[in-house]
């Protein structure tokens, strides 16, 4: 179906219908509103969105409707598929075509850094005095990750920046019989010695020697997904993908001795055969299928995966035990899964990877906001929403549809899971400001997981290791970087196999240098003693 909304847009295009029209639609407003506010204005604020789902909300849906009376502005919105968005980005920026507000996903993708240098985004930098809320909700580090060479062109899609750590089965933990607190930290020798115990000691109690000890795959561009590299490098002393040496100067932490301890931790794993064989192949559907049929039960991720996923285990769980069958299936997940997210370095520091902190960020182009006046129109727009009244809009939905109340004023989510990702989930791309400190007015019965995960998040701020080089534009790498990266990609995934050994790492590291590397680390050099401050 994806596939099917972005062909009829291009054949449109291609029919010479004008790119405009695609923002905006015929509709309806009014109805009963959730929020007492004013009566939608007759301007629309139109925004594009990212859909990560089957179906967009209608127009004039139950949403809308509520953002509408609670903001007393009238608004349209745009939700483009995940899979065809940056496409379709591509396209209303190269067309100068543009809603009010636009999600971009990549704010270092090459068309729109040649779109802000070429002025067609206001730059909100000095205009947070009028925006209250967001001005004191947005995290510092968050806004500097978020510039475009020294400056801020859009407000950041705020998510947490310590979020890495592990997912693991706690039933299985004590199915091997080791007997670890895990809200304490945990080293290196810890890790081997769990994926050792999950590989070979039936953790699963089936009597079949049928589970991985740790569970890798690889992303679309090759590197070995959910952080894992990040992570090691961070407890093996090094930095978080880049690290400013001594002289000032930024070191690609892939180059380094500390990524080499890395590979080789792994390089061990996979020949003790307690990593999966396959993971160099293995792509994010077939891992969680794997997790699905309890293959796995130990794995380095966002550990916001912990309260995301894993219903399906749940559902199989409770099938076959009478005690958990008892509970609700976020009672059930807490007995049986757990994260862990203080990992000691190798000098037994509490040291933790950190990623942006922002999901891309919403812009604001210049050809539909014409003026200063629309532009602090919009920006005051989402400062609305950041209010504790305006984020429980956003989060829970429309009373007596989305959720209800228990006895003590609490929300809770109807049991309609369909109906809550097809009409609330897609606004939740709208947050600006990250959810690990729950702003909302509107307080909820939520998961003990949710809990966990974001309490634990919060508490790995003070031990953060940031990576310099996530605010700053090398145009090196956006022309040849993705094809640098692969050197290094393959090459990692070859020495953890004994493809190669170590003087063949040490050649494509080399080879990444000559073909553009040094080039790249000399200008993300400049640029962070240029923008340091």
């Known amino acids: 179906m ?49 859909l990560y789902y089957q179906e967009a909300p209608p127009s004039g ?13 009238d608004v349209e919105f745009q939700f483009v598929p995940i899979d065809s968005y940056d496409e379709r980005l591509t ?54 990750n978020a510039q475009v060479d020294g400056k801020l062109y859009g407000l950041p899609r705020g998510r947490a920046l310590t979020r890495d750590g592990i997912v693991i089965r706690k039933d299985w933990l004590k199915n091997v019989g080791i007997n670890k607190d895990l809200t304490q930290p945990v080293t290196l020798d810890d890790v081997y010695t769990i994926v050792k115990a999950f590989a070979l000691n039936d953790p699963d109690k089936n009597g079949r020697n049928d589970t991985t000890g740790l569970l890798l795959c690889v992303g679309q561009d090759g590197n070995i997904a959910g952080y894992v590299l990040n992570m090691l490098d961070v407890a093996n002393g090094g930095g978080n993908g880049w690290e400013a040496a001594a002289d000032g100067n930024l070191v690609y932490t892939y180059t380094t001795p500390a990524h080499l301890a890395s590979l080789n931790f792994l390089k061990k794993l996979y020949n003790e055969g307690i990593v999966n064989k396959d993971f160099a192949t293995m792509r994010a559907a077939q891992f969680y299928e794997a ?11 966002t550990v916001t995966d912990a309260h995301e996923r894993w219903d399906n285990v749940t559902k199989t769980i409770q099938a076959r035990d009478p005690v958990l069958a008892k509970l609700t299936p976020p009672e059930a997940k807490y007995e049986f899964l757990d994260i862990i997210t203080k990992i000691q370095d190798v000098n037994g520091k509490i040291r933790a990877s950190t990623e942006p902190g922002f999901n891309g960020v919403l812009s604001f182009p210049k050809s539909s906001l014409k003026s200063e006046a629309d532009l602090m129109k919009v920006l005051q727009f989402f400062d609305k929403l950041d209010t504790p009244d305006g984020q429980s809009v956003i989060e829970w939905g429309v009373k007596d549809r989305h959720y209800t109340l228990d006895s003590n004023g609490r929300a809770d989510v109807v049991s309609n899971s369909l109906l809550l990702s097809a009409e609330v989930q897609p606004f939740w791309q709208m947050f600006c400001t990250n959810r690990v400190i729950d702003r909302a007015s509107l307080k909820g019965n939520v998961a003990p997981m949710y809990t966990k995960v974001y309490t634990q998040m919060a508490a790995l701020m003070p031990y953060a290791v940031y990576n310099p080089t996530i605010p700053l534009i090398s145009d090196t790498y956006s022309t040849i970087g993705a094809n640098l990266d692969k050197i290094i990609f393959d090459a990692q995934a070859q020495y953890i196999m004994g493809v190669i050994d170590e003087a063949g790492w040490q050649a ?7 073909s553009g590397g040094d080039k790249i680390t000399a200008e993300y ?3 962070y003693k240029q923008f340091k401050k």
Request: proline share 6%; with cysteine; net charge positive.
């Open 525 to 527: 050099s400049a640029l």
């Open 508 to 514: 494509a590291v080399n080879r990444w240098k000559q």
């Open 61 to 73: 849906s139950p949403m809308e409707k509520a953002i509408e009376a609670f903001t007393g502005l």
């Open 2 to 50: 994806k596939k099917s909304i972005f062909l009829g847009l291009a054949l449109l295009l291609a029919a010479g219908t004008v790119f405009a029209g695609l923002f905006s639609c015929t509709r309806q407003s009014g109805g009963s509103q959730q929020q007492k506010g004013a009566s939608p204005s007759s301007s629309p604020i139109t925004i594009m969105l990212p």
């Open 91 to 144: 396209l209303a920026i190269t067309s100068n075509q543009m809603p009010d507000v636009i999600a971009v996903l990549n704010p270092k993708l090459p068309v729109y850094i040649n779109a802000v240098r070429g002025g067609m985004f206001w730059d909100i930098d000095g205009r947070f005095g009028q925006l209250p809320a967001l001005k004191e909700h947005y995290d510092a580090q968050t806004l500097i």
């Open 291 to 301: 997790i699905d049929k309890e293959q796995a039960g130990f794995y380095f991720q």
